[in-house]
């Protein structure tokens, strides 16, 4: 009698599971379907279902999401994501395995990029309600109240070559139904080396037009710095439109600290800036160059666009030091400038040079 019941309790559990796992998957593809738009297509290769008896795992194999636009197009793969959801199918994590490609189509060119990872690129996902109250005419973004990712370090590749490291990543989005406000948090260190931003490539096709046929090779070394860190925590808090609620505003912006560390030099920006209706954004970014001679040098290096001594004499003007009675020794000794730049109704100001809107 109690095998029997045993064996009626197991089969009723099997049956259980493997009914969760065809919910779970339909409620998947549905979202995959509603995610999609004009200018968001998905698409994968196949779907499948495991991790009986104990949890619940969806696997996605070739999972391709791609963005169009009217000139580019862009690519986010990797070669598999797994969703695993807990009892309460509120949550899920959503794990991309340890390398994400990145393809981009130019009219005349195409780039790829490598993010990879010694752990697992994985996100936390959590939804309004259970999975299997949400309506199948939600989309995966409206589902959504939070999205977190905490990453030790990502390496991104071009050509087989670093181009940069981007260690302790944060990135964490949470929405209030409530007062129909997102908030997204952004955290992380970032180190580049001398290859940033593939230069080589912007040369090559500048240097074809004749305006630049005379400029040195290195015409886009300021990006190529030997050593920079960039440090960045901030906070955007959006807001639906009442006239479209599909289309978001930024309410305000909020930079706890964004420092740019190249070299002898540092700039420090921070500061918060609010966008209220019917009128001009207001508020405030503190900013500060170290070393203030030479990070202009080294960020206009070789530039055709910029003049280098005009800025400088700019910057000094917005940081109120007498333009005038400086000679070019003075601007060479010249260490610390702290400029602040205002935003309100009666236009912006950087530092005391005022613009009239």
Request: charged share 25%; with cysteine; hydrophobic share 40%.
């Amino acid at each position: 009698m109690i095998r029997k019941i045993l064996l009626f309790i197991s089969l009723v559990f099997v049956v259980i599971w493997f009914s969760v796992a065809h919910i779970l998957k339909s409620k998947v593809l549905v979202f995959i379907k509603n995610s999609e738009s004009d200018n968001v297509k998905i698409s994968y290769s196949k779907i499948q279902v495991s991790g009986f008896p104990n949890l619940w795992k969806i696997q996605v194999l070739d999972p391709i999401i791609t963005l169009v636009d009217h000139k580019n197009s862009k690519e986010l793969s990797s070669k598999e994501l797994i969703c695993i959801f807990d009892l309460s199918f509120k949550k899920a994590r959503l794990n991309f395995g340890h390398e994400i490609k990145h393809k981009q189509d130019f009219v005349d060119q195409t780039k790829i990029h490598i993010i990879n990872s010694s752990q697992e690129i994985e996100f936390l996902i959590k939804f309004n309600q259970a999975l299997f109250s949400i309506s199948n005419q939600d989309n995966l973004y409206d589902s959504v109240k939070f999205l977190k990712i905490n990453n030790d370090l990502l390496s991104v590749n071009h050509q087989n070559q670093k181009i940069f490291d981007l260690s302790n990543l944060f990135f964490i989005a949470n929405k209030s139904l409530v007062a129909e406000n997102e908030n997204v948090r952004i955290t992380f260190h970032a180190f580049y080396n001398k290859t940033l931003l593939h230069a080589n490539d912007l040369e090559d096709n500048l240097l074809e037009k004749p305006e630049f046929s005379n400029k040195p090779n290195n015409l886009y070394s300021f990006l190529n710095f030997d050593k920079v860190n960039l440090n960045i925590d901030t906070t955007i808090n959006f807001i639906h439109s009442k006239n479209n609620v599909n289309q978001r505003i930024i309410k305000d912006f909020d930079i706890n600290h964004m420092n740019l560390i190249f070299e002898d030099s540092k700039i420090n920006v921070t500061g918060l800036i609010e966008f209220l209706k019917n009128s001009n954004p207001e508020g405030k970014l503190f900013v500060m160059i170290n070393n203030y001679n030479k990070a202009i040098d080294k960020l206009l290096a070789n530039n055709p666009f910029i003049s280098k001594s005009k800025l400088k004499r700019t910057i000094l003007q917005m940081a109120d030091l007498s333009v005038d009675e400086l000679n070019q020794i003075d601007l060479e000794n010249i260490n610390d400038i702290k400029f602040d730049i205002e935003f309100s109704n009666y236009g912006i100001k950087l530092g005391k040079i005022k613009l009239i809107p």
